[in-house]
């Protein structure tokens, strides 16, 4: 567990020193100051009764891709790290702005300064607003102070003060999305399963991945055909159908009928030759690449054609023609954004696949990337 060295749970700010001076390393520096500033950000439309106020704890639990590193220099604490969230992902995906344009205020009520934007440079490709809303170092970390930086990390304002924002007034409609819940700290995402911490903390708050216990999400357990057809239905969010009865050894009376009923309708998940679907069954790897590119092409991220442009041929896997024909494109496709970054030399396709490996991959192709 992260400690917070606060007196009375009261949050230190951040105050620029003299000036914010950027190496080419993209360093700044700062000094800590005594005085305490304001801890929550608020949010405000068009309508002042849907605002919402922000923590800094709140806003470190809102999904890993909206959150950035950058690295400092504190005057008087040596080089530490602070971490920021992405303006863009406050406005548009937590906050459900859907207008392309619209002005923006970031008041800093303290200092009485406030820097004027619009959506649409939010929107802009090189543009990266952010709020830093976190530093540590080795002895503590100081949680709150919104502090608004440009794209390329210096301070947004035209003046040597720092910002300590803590209003964002938008001219537009809100629809804010409940925060994110905590997820567990599970103990047993170390070592071997140390890469999937990430991935299965996202997937947890967002209710696709269960653990086993609060403290235990058992990395290493094998999952079942039924298992990944829940998970699937979870993550994409699709709709449970009917049950009609298609597979022999699946009864519409099970819990998992709607779920394997709907992967099947959308063709991510199909039975076998045999007239089953093999519900108790295990996975192995290639198997899952299959359903994976499947997965992505239902949700737009790549098409048919562009998979098949993936090849083996110069894979860094030692056991590449191993991969069952038509699937190596899947395998190459999927290792080509990341996927498989776990895995060392050789891709072992009959291997069975474990509830760390779904969580890794999935979330490497549905919202890493």
Partial sequence: MRKIKTKNILLIALILCVSCIASSAGDFIFALPKENLNSK?????????????????????????????????????????????????????????????ADILLIDSKNKHSVILTLSELNEKNNNYTLVYEIKNKDDIVQGNFILLDKSGILASKTADILYIDKIKVNAELSVKELPKTAPEFKDLEGEYQYAKNAVSELVKMDMLFGESETEFAPQKEITRAELAKVIVDTLKLKRVAYDNRYSDVSSNDFYAPYIASVASEG???????????????????????????????????????????SLADSRFTDR?????????????????????????????????????????????????
């Fill in 321 to 369: 023609d191993s991969v069952f024909g038509w699937i190596e494109n899947s395998v190459a496709y999927l290792d080509s954004l990341g996927a498989y970054q776990y895995i060392k030399d050789q891709f072992i396709p009959l291997k069975s696949i474990n509830k760390a490996e779904v969580a890794y991959v999935i979330y490497t192709l549905l919202f890493d990337n």
């Fill in 268 to 310: 991510i998940m199909n039975g076998y030759t045999d007239g089953t679907f093999g519900y108790d069954s295990k996975i192995n790897r290639q198997e899952f690449a299959t359903i994976c590119t499947e997965i992505a092409i239902k949700t737009g991220k790549v098409t048919e054609d562009e998979i098949l442009d993936h």
């Fill in 41 to 101: 950000i608020k949010i405000e439309g068009i309508n002042p009764e849907n605002a919402v106020e922000l923590s800094a704890k709140e806003i470190d639990s809102m999904p890993i891709r909206a959150i950035s590193d950058k690295t400092i220099k504190l005057l008087d604490k040596g080089k530490s790290k602070c971490k920021s969230i992405d303006i863009s992902y406050l406005l548009f995906d937590f906050c459900g702005i859907d207008v392309k344009d």
